[in-house]
């Protein structure tokens, strides 16, 4: 059974830092790309990054481009993402998401997972 948990959530002021992790249990991340998207009160699940399952191309919503940064390890079957500079427009739930394919940079398709997502909350 696969399973992908989330951590590294919390309450920060706004300027400040999370890492954000994702383990991946009974899947073998080698062959998936991984991306990050976010889900804000109110709002719709949104994209935030991505990148292919070689770990060399990234990509990322232009609102977190130069402040978040994706990053993968595949020998622990973890998924990160360094966020810094957050503001209060960051705060959502924040899920990671595993995908047999990825097109356009941010379009996951086949086979694919989800965490259950950790809260980021962002004070001004």
């Known amino acids: 059974q696969v399973q992908m948990v989330e951590s590294g959530g919390g309450s920060v002021q706004a300027g400040g830092s999370l890492r954000l992790s994702c383990v991946a249990s009974?899947?073998?991340?080698?062959?998936?790309?991984a991306g990050w998207f976010r889900q804000a009160p109110g709002k719709e699940r949104e994209f935030v990054a991505a990148m292919y399952r070689d770990g060399d191309t990234r990509f990322y919503t232009d609102s977190v481009k130069g402040r978040f940064t994706i990053s993968r390890d595949n020998a622990k079957s973890t998924l990160y993402l360094q966020m810094n500079n957050l503001n209060v427009e960051d705060t959502a739930v924040y899920y990671c998401?595993?995908?047999?394919?990825?097109?356009?940079?941010?379009?996951?398709?086949?086979?694919?997972?989800w965490g259950k997502g950790t809260l980021v909350t962002v004070s001004s």
């Open positions: 998401h595993a995908a047999q394919g990825l097109e356009g940079g941010r379009n996951f398709y086949g086979l694919s997972y």
């Open positions: 009974g899947l073998a991340c080698s062959g998936y790309a």
